[in-house]
């Protein structure tokens, strides 16, 4: 299944919400968990999650995941994201989330699609726990702020986001990597250059279609 056409219609630019500066972190041992429908809905959030949100469970249970779209996440890491859960795949990443006043607080995120016995996707959940800081500082918030500044050179939301996937696949072609090989070695020694025999794993413009590795 490709990008959903109706989700890139809906493109918006609600980047002008109110942003603290003020971070905040939980410890190395919690998880944040949250449970979605198919549509990206939460239907389950746990008490980490609702604790560091700073919204309520009744706030939360119903509402789009999006409640917690932080402005400083690029648009195509969610593009990226859904790609790979609507193709039935896990997908690991890095966000930045917003709280309810404004405060915000990294993850480094595994969020998987459930199957009913049939092999068919039911919904997802995702887990999150803290993200290491070097690896956040060095290679994530820079990659970011990249394809963001990106995303906002362009008139539309939708250019802004089709440039920011090119520049995001123009960069694992050169890693020569998928963005999972990608995800499992960044800001860790990679050994030489690899002669990828695998397929790129990204959005296919010309079908409107993930291509798996
Ligand atoms: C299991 C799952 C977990 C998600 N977790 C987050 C999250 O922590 N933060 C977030 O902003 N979006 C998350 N999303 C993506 C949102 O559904 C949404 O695509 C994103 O916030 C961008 O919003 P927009 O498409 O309205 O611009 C998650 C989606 C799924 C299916």
Known sequence: MGWPRARSQVLKRNDKVHLSGVERTF???DIIVSKTDLKGNLTYANKI?????GYTEKELIGQPHSILRNPQMPRVMFKVLWCMLQSGSEIFAYVVNRCK?????WVYAHATPSFDMKGNIIGYHSNRRVPDRRILEEHIIPLYAKLRE????????KDGLTASTKMLESMLDDLGM???EFIATVGKERHGSRPSGRRRQGYDKETERCVWA
């Open 27 to 29: 410890p190395e041992n």
């Open 49 to 53: 999650f609702i604790d560091i949100s």
């Open 101 to 105: 006043n404004g405060d915000h607080y």
């Open 150 to 157: 990106e995303e906002h050179r362009h008139a539309s939301a």
């Open 178 to 180: 998928d963005y999972d």
